[in-house]
């Protein structure tokens, strides 16, 4: 069992960074595959990025070049740097881990899930 709590979210202008970071509970936090998914008013919850155990990040078409995650097995957490951010990044986002080495890019294979932070960029 694991507990996921999200920070870092706000409001930014277009072109501005901000970095999100979900604090994970346990102490197998390391064995843990870790993503970052998004939903936007009215859209579905999508995949933005996904970090494995071992590392080898994956990152949706529209994040990628922009978005940075990245995990610190020590600190229980893993974070998501968004830089070039733009009004079409606005969403609730969202933290999710699922046990063991690898993981997807599809929403339901993850087993918990934080609260979500609002991201809104302006234009």
């Known amino acids: 069992q694991v507990q996921l709590v999200e920070s870092g979210g706000g409001l930014v202008q277009a072109g501005g960074s901000l970095r999100l970071s979900c604090a994970a509970s346990?102490?197998?936090?390391?064995?843990?595959?870790m993503a970052w998914f998004r939903q936007a008013p009215g859209k579905e919850r999508e995949f933005v990025a996904r970090?494995?155990?071992?590392?080898?990040?994956r990152y949706a078409d529209s994040v990628k070049g922009r978005f940075t995650i990245s995990r610190d097995n020590a600190k229980n957490t893993v974070y998501l740097q968004m830089n070039s951010l733009k009004p079409e990044d606005t969403a609730v986002y969202y933290c999710a881990a699922v046990y063991g080495v690898f993981s997807s890019e599809v929403e339901r294979s993850y087993d918990y899930w934080g609260q979500g932070t609002q991201v809104t960029v302006s234009s």
């Open positions: 346990g102490r197998t936090f390391s064995r843990y595959a």
């Open positions: 970090i494995w155990s071992g590392g080898n990040p």
